[in-house]
């Protein structure tokens, strides 16, 4: 029998964290240089909402997601990380919503009504979900086992969906963002420096999604049976 022996989620794992750290970074200076700063009123405090979005759906749940591959201990600490990380996303999130709300709250624009939004809300639904099921099937093993075990790979199917719900919405809101701002008054060029900046931190985020999913899939060398030849 053939054994798993390539790359791992651990050696992608510094990868991982560069490219997170690079898209809160573009983030900040897009939102301080580009948009005029972080604050708790007027477009301040809306420059706050792509930053708490992404770090909490995007680097705090893609690290939840790596916990069974790259954090050593037994089960029940990877549980432990595992459950923090997605509560505190979570929190985060929230914090990040009400940013937006009170945002639109005070410039009376009407909430909820774009796909970006939409999206948004069905990600913190499906989070909540997940955190839920998650904590009452697997922490504290409410349900019998048998019904553990049928539950694990839906969980699973859910997390991973979740995940990538949260990075379609992270660049359905650049897109949003971006049109009303080269539809404005005066509009941004569409070749402008700022307009590239938001691209290629789109094609980032990307990046960094395809990577995180690519280290959860990859086989772990010492418990993974590998590849059985059909001979």
């Known amino acids: 029998m053939a054994k798993y022996s390539g790359i791992t989620s651990k050696q992608l794992l510094p990868i991982v964290h560069v490219l997170a750290i690079l898209v809160l970074v ?45 954090v050593d201990g037994d089960k029940t600490y990877q549980k432990a990380v595992h ?4 509560g505190v996303a979570v929190l985060v999130a929230l914090v990040g919503v009400a940013a937006a709300y009170k ?10 009504y774009s796909l970006h ?32 075990a049928e539950v694990l790979p839906w969980h699973v199917f859910f997390g991973f969906t979740t995940f990538v719900l949260a990075l379609v919405t992270i660049q359905l809101g650049l897109l949003e963002k971006l049109t009303f701002l080269q539809k ?10 700022e307009a590239l900046l938001v691209n290629s931190l789109g094609i980032i985020v990307f ?6 999913v690519l280290s959860a899939l990859i086989p772990h060398p010492t418990a993974q049976e590998g590849y059985r030849s059909l001979e």
């Open 207 to 212: 990046i960094y999604g395809a990577i995180v």
């Open 83 to 86: 459950l923090t990380l997605n």
């Open 184 to 193: 404005g008054s005066p509009p941004l060029g569409l070749w402008s420096r």
């Open 26 to 70: 573009i983030l900040i200076v897009w939102n301080y240089y580009f948009r005029g700063g972080f604050g708790l009123s007027g477009n301040a405090v809306f420059n706050l909402h792509p930053v708490f979005m992404f770090a909490a759906f995007g680097y705090l749940s893609g690290q939840a997601i790596l916990v069974y591959k790259t």
């Open 103 to 112: 945002f639109h709250l005070d410039n009376k624009f009407d909430n909820f």
């Open 117 to 148: 939004s939409w999206f948004g809300i069905t990600t913190i639904i499906f989070y909540l979900v997940q955190w839920i099921l998650g904590f009452v099937s697997f922490w504290t093993q409410s349900i019998p086992s048998a019904q553990r």
